[in-house]
C-alpha cells in the first residue's frame, strides 16, 4: 500500500474530496499540534489551539492556491489559531506553562545542569518581545528559513533577519547579566589584580 | 549564544503526546466543517457551470461513504496513534545523543583526566545509549508499545536501588541517556541513603569574644565528604546535611598557599582578611597552611599493607572492582624497594600476598585479580593480621601503614567502636599508621571510617570514580603517605577591643578544648607532604552587626582601654608535631586588622584565587548545611565567585565543582516543587 502524496491529498482536498481531506489533516496534526505545544507550551491549551486549526484548516485548504507553500501555510495557520486563543484566554500564560511543564519532563535530555540552562534560555527565548520571540521559534524551533519564517508572519525576509538579529542580542545580554553579577558585599575584585 | 545552540535548546523541547480523544475530536470537528464548507460552496455557486459540476462531483463522492466516515476516521486515527508514538519516543532517544549528551560529555572527560579515563567513561556510555535504541527498536519491531510504559512506582524504586547497589556502575545514573531511569533517579526520597552512617553535629554557633575569646580545633586533611556529596548531587539529590562537613569540602582543593623557606619549619599559615560575601558588616578571617612537598628522591620508603574488604557488599562496580582499579594506580607510584602486602577480610581473614617488593608488580597484580568478594565483614581480625604483617616488615626508616579499603560495616569480630579505635591508637603509638579508603554507597558508615583514620593518624578519603581514586592515591599520593607534620591544632585568640563576634565555618567533628592545645597527649590531625589546610572564621568587628546583644555588664567594661593591639583582630597559634617527635612545637602570627586589598603582583592574585575559591566552597558547603548563617546567599553567588577564581585548574576539579553547584541548584529547586 503506498501512501498518496501530499501534493495529491491537498489537490483532492481542494476538490472537495472528504476522504483526502481526512486523511491530510490526520497526517497533519501532529505538525500542527507540535507547533502550538511550541508556542503554548502546555498540552491542554495546544489540543485546544490544534483543534481549532483543524477547522481553519477545513476553512482554508480550498484557497490554497499554490501547494507548495502548504508548509508555511500550515504554520499560519496554527499561529493565528494560538493568536485567537490567547485573545480568547485574555492572557499569554507562558511563563507558568513553561514552569508546569517542566518537572515533569526532568533531564531527559541529559542532565539536570544543562536542563537547567536549557530552562534559563527558554524563560528568555519566551520572554522576547512577541515579533521577536515569533521569528525565533519559527527559525530556530521550527527549522524554518529566514524567507519561510517571512511567508509565515507576512512581513518582508529582511524583517526577520532583523528580528532574529536584535533576538539573540537581547538574549545574549541576559544570559551575560546572569553570569556575570558583582559579587555581593564588596568582595575584592579580580579586576584590581595583575 | 549562536544560533546553535539556540537551536539545540528549542529542539530539545519536548512535546508531550497529544491526547488521542483530542486528536479524534479535531479531526471529526475538522471534517464535519470541511463537509459544511463544501455544502456552503456548493450553495453559493449553484449555477455556475464549473462550480456546479465541481460540487456535484464531489457530492456524490461524499455522500455515499458518510456512514463509514466513522469507521474510517476510527482507523485512521488508531495507525497515526501508532505511527505518533514511534516519531516522539524516537526523537527523545535521538535528542539526548545529539543535544545535551554531548555537552555533558565534554565536561566529564575534562574532568576525568587521563585517556584512559576518557575511553572508558565516554565508550561506555555510548554503549549504554546504544543499548536503549536498540531496546527501543526492539520494542517496535516486534510490535509492543514503543511509548515507555510506566513501571509501577514500588518496583521502579527497587529495580533502581538494586542497581545502585548491585551492577550499576558510577555515573551511570546521573548520565545514562535512559528515559524511565532518568525520571525516576531526580525524584528525591527513594534512595538508598538512610543507611551510610554519619556522625551528628550541628553548625559552629556563633561565639562572643568578650565570652569565649579563643578558639580551638584540630586540622582536618580529610576530603571524604566532599566526594560522597558530590556522589549524592550527582545522582539528583541534596546530601544528608551531617554529611556535609564543611572543611572537607574546602580542604578536596588544593592552594598555593606559600611554602615555608626552610623545612625546619614544616609549614607557614597565610592570614586574609576579606569582607563577608554572605553578611554585610560582617567579615572573613581566611588561614591558608601549606605543607612542604618532599622531592621525589627523598621520599622514605613505604611499607604499605593494604587490608581489603571482599565481603558481598562489596560485589558492586563501584566497590571492588574499582577498589583493585585504585590500588594498581597507587603500585604504579611506589618505587622498587617498598613493600605490599594484602589481607582480605570476609568471613575469615586472610593474608593473600606476603609482604613482596613493589618490583614483583606481576605477582601482586594477580594476587589482586584473584580478589572476590563474598562473605560476612569481619574487620577486626583482618585488621590484626594487617597490622601483624605490618609489623613483621616493620623499617623504622619507612613510612609504615595499613591502608584499610571498605564499603562500610565491620559486622564480625569487635564491633565496638571504642576497642577498635583503642586498638588503632595503641598500634599508632609503635609506628604502624592507618588510613582509610571507603567505597561505595548505602552502606557506608562514615563515622567508623572517620574516627579510625583520625586515630591511626592516617587520612579518610572516598572515591567514588577513577578519577577520585587518582587524585587521593596518585597525586596526593605523597601527602596521603608521608605525613610532616602530626598532632596539628589551631588556636585563635580573637582581640575584644576589635572583634565582638566570631564563628568558625566547618572543623564542629574536630574541636578541641581550650587547654587541649598545649597538652601535648591529645592528639590531633596529621599534614602530609604538600597538603594544605583552610579555616576560615567569620568575624563581627565591633561596632558591626552583631547577632547577640552586649550584656548590660559588658557595656560597662567596654570603657576599659585595651588599644595596644587595636590594628590586631586576633592572634593566630599553631602547634605541632614532628612525625617521630613527642613534643610539639609553636608557630604564631598576628591578624591583622586590615583588609587584604589585591595587588598588581601574581603574589596577591594568588592570595585573592585562594580566598575567593575557598569562601566559594565554604558558602556553598553552608548553604548544603540549610544556609542558617549565609542570608540569601545562593547557588548562582557561590557560581560567581566560583567562576571568578577558577584558575588553571589542570584536572579539572574546579570546573567539576562549579557544574556540581548548578547541579545543586536544579536538585534543590526539584526538591522543593516535590509534593
Not at chain 1, 529582511?158 to 541576559?174: D, E, G, N, P, Q
Not at chain 2, 455557486?45 to 476510527?74: C, E, H, N, W
Given at each position: ?14 476538490e472537495?474530496?472528504s476522504?483526502?481531506?481526512?486523511a491530510?489533516?490526520?497526517?497533519y496534526?501532529?505538525t ?6 511550541k508556542w503554548t507550551r ?11 486549526a483543524?477547522i481553519?484548516f477545513a476553512?482554508?485548504i480550498?484557497s490554497?492556491?499554490n501547494p507548495?507553500?502548504?508548509r508555511t ?12 486563543f490567547?485573545r ?5 500564560h ?5 514552569e508546569?511543564t517542566?518537572p ?5 535530555d541529559?542532565s539536570?545542569?544543562?536542563a537547567l540552562y536549557?530552562?534559563e534560555?527558554l524563560?528568555e527565548v519566551?520572554a522576547l ?12 524551533g521550527?527549522?524554518?528559513s ?12 529582511s524583517?526577520?533577519?532583523?528580528r ?6 537581547r538574549?545574549?545580554?541576559k544570559m551575560?547579566g546572569?553570569?556575570?553579577?558583582r559579587?555581593c558585599?564588596g568582595w ?6 595583575a | 549564544m ?7 535548546v528549542?529542539e530539545n523541547?519536548k ?6 480523544n483530542?486528536?479524534?475530536r479535531?479531526?471529526n470537528?475538522a ?6 464548507t463544501?455544502r ?6 449553484k449555477?455556475?457551470?464549473?462550480a456546479s ?5 464531489t457530492?456524490q ?7 463509514k466516515k466513522y469507521v474510517?476516521?476510527?482507523l485512521?486515527?488508531a495507525?497515526?496513534v501508532v ?17 545535551f549528551?554531548?555537552?555533558l560529555?565534554?565536561?566529564d572527560?575534562?574532568v576525568?583526566g587521563?585517556?584512559?579515563?576518557e575511553n572508558?567513561?565516554a ?5 549504554m545509549?546504544?543499548?536503549?535504541v536498540?531496546?527501543?527498536?526492539e ?18 524504586a ?7 547497589a548491585?551492577e550499576?556502575?558510577q555515573?551511570f545514573v546521573?548520565?545514562a ?7 525516576t533517579v531526580?525524584q528525591p526520597?527513594y ?5 551510610d552512617?554519619?556522625e551528628?553535629f550541628e553548625e ?5 569574644v ?5 578558639s ?5 586533611v580529610?576530603?571524604?565528604?566532599y566526594?560522597?556529596v ?5 545522582n ?8 556535609v562537613?564543611?572543611e572537607?569540602?574546602?580542604n ?5 598557599y606559600?611554602?615555608?623557606e626552610?623545612k625546619?619549619?614544616p609549614?607557614?599559615?597565610?592570614v586574609?582578611v ?6 554585610e558588616?560582617?567579615?572573613l ?5 601549606k605543607?612542604y612537598d618532599?622531592?621525589p628522591d ?5 611499607n ?7 565481603s558481598g557488599?562489596?560485589n ?7 577498589l ?9 607510584t611506589?618505587?622498587p624497594?617498598?613493600t605490599v602486602?594484602i589481607?582480605t ?6 593474608t593473600?600476598?606476603e ?6 608488580k606481576?605477582k601482586?597484580?594477580s ?12 574487620g577486626?581480625?583482618?585488621i590484626?593480621?594487617?597490622y601483624?604483617l ?5 623499617d623504622?626508616?619507612a613510612v609504615n601503614?595499613?591502608i584499610?579499603a571498605?564499603?562500610g ?9 571504642e576497642e577498635l579505635?583503642?586498638?588503632v591508637e595503641r598500634?599508632?603509638?609503635s609506628?604502624?599508621?592507618l588510613?582509610?579508603l571507603g ?5 557506608l558508615n562514615d ?6 583514620a583520625q586515630n591511626?593518624?592516617g587520612?579518610a578519603?572516598y ?5 577520585e581514586a587518582?587524585?587521593?592515591l596518585v597525586e596526593e ?5 608521608f605525613?610532616?607534620?602530626?598532632d596539628?591544632?589551631?588556636q585563635?585568640?580573637?582581640?575584644p ?8 565555618i566547618?572543623y ?5 578544648n581550650?587547654?587541649d592545645f598545649?597538652?601535648?597527649?591529645v592528639?590531633?590531625g596529621?599534614i602530609?607532604a604538600g597538603?594544605?589546610?583552610t579555616?576560615i572564621y567569620?568575624i563581627?568587628p ?6 547577640m ?5 559588658a ?6 582601654a585595651?588599644?595596644?593591639f587595636?590594628d ?8 605541632y608535631k614532628n612525625p ?9 602570627t598576628?591578624i591583622?586588622a ?6 598588581r603582583n601574581e603574589?596577591s592574585?594568588?592570595?585573592?584565587r585562594?580566598?575567593?575559591w575557598s569562601t ?11 544556609g542558617k548563617?549565609?542570608g540569601?546567599f545562593s ?18 576539579y ?14 534543590a529547586a526539584?526538591?522543593?516543587?516535590a509534593?
Amino acid at each position: 500500500m503506498t501512501e498518496p502524496e501530499e501534493w495529491e491529498l491537498i489537490g483532492l482536498a481542494r476538490e472537495g474530496d472528504s476522504r483526502a481531506f481526512e486523511a491530510l489533516v490526520t497526517r497533519y496534526y501532529e505538525t500542527m499540534y507540535a507547533i502550538a505545544y511550541k508556542w503554548t507550551r502546555n498540552a491542554a491549551d495546544a489540543e485546544d489551539v490544534t483543534q481549532n486549526a483543524c477547522i481553519r484548516f477545513a476553512r482554508g485548504i480550498g484557497s490554497l492556491n499554490n501547494p507548495a507553500l502548504f508548509r508555511t501555510w500550515l504554520y499560519r495557520l496554527v499561529l493565528n489559531a494560538v493568536r485567537d486563543f490567547q485573545r480568547q484566554v485574555g492572557r499569554i500564560h507562558l511563563h507558568e506553562a513553561a514552569e508546569e511543564t517542566a518537572p515533569q519532563q526532568p533531564g531527559t535530555d541529559a542532565s539536570p545542569e544543562s536542563a537547567l540552562y536549557a530552562k534559563e534560555i527558554l524563560a528568555e527565548v519566551y520572554a522576547l518581545p512577541e515579533k521577536e520571540r515569533d521569528a525565533v521559534l519559527l527559525v530556530f524551533g521550527g527549522d524554518l528559513s529566514h524567507g519561510e519564517a517571512a511567508q509565515v508572519l507576512r512581513v518582508a525576509e529582511s524583517t526577520v533577519s532583523w528580528r532574529i538579529h536584535s533576538a539573540r542580542k537581547r538574549l545574549v545580554k541576559k544570559m551575560e547579566g546572569k553570569n556575570s553579577r558583582r559579587p555581593c558585599h564588596g568582595w575584592p575584585r579580580p579586576e584590581n589584580r595583575a | 549564544m549562536d544560533g546553535r545552540d539556540l537551536k539545540t535548546v528549542l529542539e530539545n523541547v519536548k512535546t508531550p503526546p497529544p491526547g488521542e480523544n483530542a486528536r479524534k475530536r479535531a479531526v471529526n470537528l475538522a471534517l464535519a466543517e470541511f463537509e459544511r464548507t463544501q455544502r456552503e460552496k456548493e450553495k453559493n455557486f449553484k449555477g455556475s457551470g464549473i462550480a456546479s459540476r465541481l460540487t456535484g462531483m464531489t457530492a456524490q463522492k461524499r455522500r455515499d461513504p458518510m456512514k463509514k466516515k466513522y469507521v474510517y476516521g476510527g482507523l485512521a486515527t488508531a495507525m497515526v496513534v501508532v505511527l505518533a508514538a514511534t516519531v516522539s519516543f524516537q526523537q527523545l532517544l535521538e535528542n539526548p545523543k545529539g543535544g545535551f549528551t554531548a555537552e555533558l560529555t565534554k565536561v566529564d572527560l575534562s574532568v576525568a583526566g587521563t585517556p584512559a579515563d576518557e575511553n572508558v567513561s565516554a565508550s561506555y556510555r555510548l554503549r549504554m545509549a546504544e543499548a536503549d535504541v536498540t531496546r527501543v527498536e526492539e520494542a517496535l519491531r516486534t510490535g509492543q508499545s514503543a511509548l515507555p510504559t510506566p513501571m509501577p512506582q514500588k518496583e521502579m524504586a527497587a529495580n533502581t536501588a538494586g542497581r545502585s547497589a548491585t551492577e550499576m556502575p558510577q555515573n551511570f545514573v546521573a548520565t545514562a541517556p535512559s528515559v524511565v531511569m532518568d525520571d525516576t533517579v531526580l525524584q528525591p526520597g527513594y534512595q538508598d541513603i538512610g543507611r551510610d552512617q554519619f556522625e551528628n553535629f550541628e553548625e559552629n554557633p556563633v561565639k562572643v569574644v568578650r565570652e569565649e575569646p579563643v578558639s580551638t580545633f584540630s586540622v582536618d586533611v580529610d576530603t571524604a565528604s566532599y566526594a560522597f556529596v558530590r556522589r549524592q548531587i550527582n545522582n539528583g539529590v541534596l546530601p544528608q546535611k551531617d554529611a556535609v562537613r564543611i572543611e572537607e569540602m574546602i580542604n578536596y582543593f588544593d592552594y598555593d598557599y606559600p611554602l615555608p623557606e626552610t623545612k625546619e619549619e614544616p609549614f607557614k599559615p597565610t592570614v586574609t582578611v576579606v569582607p563577608s560575601p554572605w553578611a554585610e558588616g560582617r567579615k572573613l578571617v581566611h588561614i591558608g597552611i601549606k605543607g612542604y612537598d618532599i622531592a621525589p628522591d627523598e621520599k622514605p620508603k613505604s611499607n604499605l599493607v593494604f587490608l581489603l574488604d571482599v565481603s558481598g557488599s562489596m560485589n558492586a562496580p563501584d566497590k571492588l572492582p574499582l577498589l583493585k582499579n585504585s590500588f594498581k594506580l597507587l603500585l604504579e607510584t611506589l618505587g622498587p624497594d617498598d613493600t605490599v602486602a594484602i589481607v582480605t577480610y570476609a568471613g575469615n581473614a586472610g593474608t593473600v600476598l606476603e609482604p613482596t617488593k613493589a618490583s614483583e608488580k606481576a605477582k601482586i597484580m594477580s594476587a589482586l585479580e584473584n580478589l572476590n568478594a563474598g562473605g560476612a565483614t569481619a574487620g577486626a581480625e583482618g585488621i590484626r593480621q594487617a597490622y601483624g604483617l605490618a609489623k613483621s616488615s616493620f623499617d623504622k626508616d619507612a613510612v609504615n601503614r595499613v591502608i584499610l579499603a571498605t564499603d562500610g560495616d565491620f559486622n564480625v569480630g569487635i564491633t565496638n567502636r571504642e576497642e577498635l579505635k583503642d586498638f588503632v591508637e595503641r598500634e599508632r603509638m609503635s609506628g604502624i599508621f592507618l588510613s582509610v579508603l571507603g567505597f561505595g554507597q548505602g552502606n557506608l558508615n562514615d563515622h567508623m571510617m572517620q574516627t579510625l583514620a583520625q586515630n591511626g593518624n592516617g587520612v579518610a578519603a572516598y572515591i567514588d570514580t577513577l578519577s577520585e581514586a587518582r587524585k587521593v592515591l596518585v597525586e596526593e599520593a605523597s601527602s596521603t603517605l608521608f605525613p610532616i607534620a602530626k598532632d596539628v591544632k589551631i588556636q585563635v585568640e580573637f582581640n575584644p577591643a576589635t572583634v565582638a563576634e566570631y564563628r568558625l565555618i566547618g572543623y564542629e567533628t574536630r574541636a578541641l578544648n581550650r587547654e587541649d592545645f598545649n597538652n601535648d597527649a591529645v592528639d590531633a590531625g596529621d599534614i602530609g607532604a604538600g597538603h594544605t589546610v583552610t579555616a576560615i572564621y567569620e568575624i563581627t568587628p565591633v561596632g558591626g552587626p552583631r547577632t547577640m546583644d552586649e550584656t548590660r555588664y559588658a557595656q560597662a567594661e567596654e570603657h576599659k582601654a585595651d588599644t595596644d593591639f587595636g590594628d590586631e583582630y586576633g592572634f593566630l597559634k599553631i602547634r605541632y608535631k614532628n612525625p617521630d617527635s613527642d613534643t610539639s612545637k609553636l608557630i604564631t602570627t598576628p591578624i591583622p586588622a586590615k583588609e587584604f586589598s589585591p595587588q598588581r603582583n601574581e603574589r596577591s592574585a594568588t592570595q585573592w584565587r585562594n580566598t575567593t575559591w575557598s569562601t566559594a566552597v565554604a558558602g556553598f558547603g553552608q548553604i548544603l548545611k540549610g544556609g542558617k548563617y549565609t542570608g540569601d546567599f545562593s547557588y548562582d553567588d557561590v557560581i560567581e565567585l566560583a567562576q571568578s577564581a577558577k584558575g588553571d585548574d589542570p584536572f579539572g576539579y574546579r570546573a567539576e565543582f562549579i557544574n556540581l553547584v548548578r547541579l545543586a541548584k536544579s536538585a534543590a529547586a526539584m526538591e522543593k516543587n516535590a509534593p
